[in-house]
Each structure stands twice: as C-alpha cells, then as structure tokens.
C-alpha cells in the first residue's frame, strides 16, 4: 500500500504582507463557510470530478478487501457508504497551508478532516496546521487537538518588531512568545517556525537575535527562506522597479542574505537541529513527513482553490481563485488549469533537482537503474568546481555552496 499526502490550501488572510507572492485574498468571515463547504464536497467526490477532467486517479483496479477489512469508525477510518476508495493508498499525512488556515473556525477545519477520514483510508501521523501567532487562543488550541492536528508550522518570519511591521505581518514578537505555551499546554508537540532572511530592515545584528530567540523556544523543525524577488509581491515590484515603498530602500544585499543563511545553518547545526533539506532543519524524528513527499515525489491530492496534486504519472493544479473554485465545485466540476502527464524526461528533471535539494543527496545508483541513463558525465564538472560532492554512488551539494544552490541547479539543468 502506498502512502499518500492531503494538501488543503485555504487562500484567505487578514492583510497582504508586503512580500507575499501567494494567490491569497483577504475576505470577509462569510466567505469561509461556503469554501470549506467546497473542499468537503471536492473530496467527497475527488474521483469522479478527476476523472470528468481526464486527470487518472483512482482508475486502477477498485479496492479488493471485503467491507470487514476495512479499519472501524473508532479507529477514525471508513469508507463513506456507496464508495469504493483506492485501496493502494493509505493517507498519513494531511497539511492545512494557506493562506492563514488558522483563521478558520476549528470546527470547519474539522469538517474537512471528517470529509478525508470518510472518503480515504487514513492512518494520520501527521496533520499540519499553519498559523499566525496571534489567531492562536487556549480555546482554539484545545479544539484543534481533538480534530486531530498534531503539528503547527507558525509564520514567525523574524523576532524584530520593526521588520514585521515593514514587512506588514499582522504579530508581533510577543505573539509567539505568547502562543507558544498554549500550544505546549493543549499538548502539540511538533512545532514549526519559519524564517524570512532578507526582509526590510533586517541586519546582521537583528538576525542574530531572531535565531537566538527561535533556539530559545525550541521548535521542533525550522524553516528558513530568501526573500523572494518577483513581481508576484509588492515589495518585489518596487525593487523590480528600484522603487523605496514598502522599505525597499532598506532591502538586504544578496550577498548578506546568503550570509544570514549560513549564520542560520551554523546556529541551528549548533543545536542540534539537522539540515535535511536546503531551507529545512528537524530535531531528530521530526523532518517533515509531508513536506518529504513533495522531494521524495511520492503522491499527493491538493484540495481547494489553487491546490496542486502529483499522482506519480501526472501533475495537476486547480484554479486560483477562490470564488471561482467554489462556484465550479457547485456546478458539480472541479477547475483543473494545468493538467500535465509527467514523461520519462521530466521525471528525471525532477529528481536531479528535489534530490540535490535534499542533504541525504542523490543515489545516482538508483537513478541510473530506474530511468536507464549514466549520470557520471552530467556531475563530474560539478564536482570539478567543487559544487557537489560525491561518496560512493551517492551524490550531493557541498555544504558551503548550499546559500548558491541555485547557481548549482542552473548549471545541473544545462
Ligand atoms: S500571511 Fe502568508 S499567505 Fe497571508 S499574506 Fe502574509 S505571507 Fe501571504
């Protein structure tokens, strides 16, 4: 049986963080009823919409267990009545992003679970929750446990008052100082922050003090990003354009970025969290399961506006706006934008690329059996200019040119 990922992407906020390059809107809270209402229909009734769309899913041979194999209701697994689920997937992980999921009411977040425990075969060892320190309360806390969400991945993005404020996050410092303990005490035990090196006003000193402070709360696993230059965000038009709006004056150099990078890969290896993958590092045990899928292409479905799935044979992604997904969901269809059947080529693509991402690295043994291709020649300039670095079959960055990884993958994909 394999495992398989549930991705449910809910695109509402309260504001537009100046750097934010997400199809995410802010709405009003009357909004969410009818999405989550949306979602739960979208998975309900995943296989036929897919199929209405041409996507392959689900059209393999249907379940052979008998009704009495199937796990009990009390083990918080069942087959919706009438429903033949696949029976090559199991779901063990389910990941609320956004968007800011933490908004909804945590009795629609259960919904949507309700609506995955009914339809699929699940055994959940993994249910993210992302969330903003500041919609987090004792009450909401509770309630998310018992739907079941077991790790909260928080966008702290950085401990410095003045750089949330220019980047227009709606928490601040204390927030998290405060959300912390609750959700300690309503007993999660996995926590993620996130970290943003690059944002406005951000400097060598202050960036020190947001590792500092994210080390002295320990979380479980640390995510830490670039900021992202593009036009899909405020702050990226105006540096795009050399503008000074949004504190793009006040904009760190690439070069301090890549600096801050390696100051967090220092700090954190210091502290006995592992680097496991380029912007990811995990206490022991708590890499993310779900988020491994995504590098280790192992399938997923994504629900919701925007959501993407990989069902190993193709690649597909649902419309980006909300409004739009909920009301074709009502009509009875789902709206698939970029459906793609994933070739030998480009699967390969993908693996060079996710598993470099990855510090366990590539095993170019497997590669060249799976996809009958020798890859010694494609790397061996790589290594020559000290980019990757080769142990037995297995190949992977260098640690000190993982703040250029990109550089590395420009030239991998020549
Ligand atoms: S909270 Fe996240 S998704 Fe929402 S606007 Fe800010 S960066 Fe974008």
Not at 108 to 130: D, G, P, S
Request: with cysteine; hydrophobic share 35%; aromatic share 10%.
């Amino acid at each position: 049986m394999k495992n398989l990922g549930i991705y449910v992407q809910v695109p509402f906020c309260q504001t537009k963080c100046t750097y934010c390059n997400f199809h995410t809107g802010v709405v009003a809270k009357e909004r969410f009823a009818p999405y989550v209402e949306a979602v739960c229909r979208e998975i309900r009734g995943h296989r036929e919409l897919l199929r209405a769309v041409g996507v392959e899913w689900g059209t393999g041979p249907a379940a052979s267990l008998g009704t009495s194999e199937w796990p009990q209701p009390d083990q918080g697994n069942r087959v919706a009545s009438g429903e033949r689920e696949e029976s090559e997937y199991l779901v063990d992980t389910v990941y609320f992003g956004g968007g800011t999921p933490s908004l909804l009411e945590p009795r629609q977040l259960q919904e949507n679970l309700a609506a995955i425990r009914e339809t699929f075969r699940t055994e959940f060892r993994e249910v993210t929750l992302e969330a903003d320190p500041e919609t987090v309360g004792a009450e909401k806390a509770a309630a998310w446990v018992s739907a079941g969400i077991s790790r909260v991945s928080f966008g702290v993005q950085s401990f410095s008052d003045k750089e949330l404020a220019a980047a227009g996050r709606m928490h601040r410092r204390n927030d998290v100082y405060r959300a912390v303990p609750i959700l300690r005490s309503a007993g999660i035990e996995n926590i993620s922050f996130d970290l943003i090196a690059g944002l406005p006003h951000q400097t060598k000193e202050s960036w020190k003090q947001s590792l500092a402070e994210l080390i002295r709360l320990a979380p479980e696993h640390v995510s830490v990003y670039l900021l992202e230059v593009d036009e899909g965000s405020r702050l990226g038009t105006e540096l795009l354009q050399g503008g000074r709006r949004y504190s793009a004056g006040a904009v760190p150099s690439e070069d301090e970025m890549a600096e801050f990078y390696e100051m967090a890969q220092e700090a954190l290896g210091e502290t006995g969290y592992r680097h496991y993958e380029i912007s990811n590092w995990a206490k022991p045990g708590f890499e993310s399961k779900h988020n491994l899928k995504y590098w280790r292409r192992q399938p997923y479905l994504g629900f919701g506006a925007g959501a993407h799935s990989f069902s190993g044979r193709q690649r597909w992604a649902n419309a980006h706006d909300a409004a739009e997904y909920v009301s074709a969901i009502e009509r009875g269809s789902v709206p698939v934008e970029q459906l793609e059947t994933v070739t030998a080529e480009m699967a390969l693509e993908e693996e060079l690329f996710l598993g470099l991402r990855q510090l366990d690295g590539i095993d170019m043994g497997r590669i060249e059996q799976e996809y009958g291709v020798t890859l010694g020649e494609r790397f061996a300039p790589l290594a020559e200019a000290g980019l990757v670095e080769q142990h037995g079959s297995v190949v992977r960055l260098a640690e000190e040119k993982l703040s250029v990884s990109n550089e590395v993958f420009v030239e991998l994909m020549r």
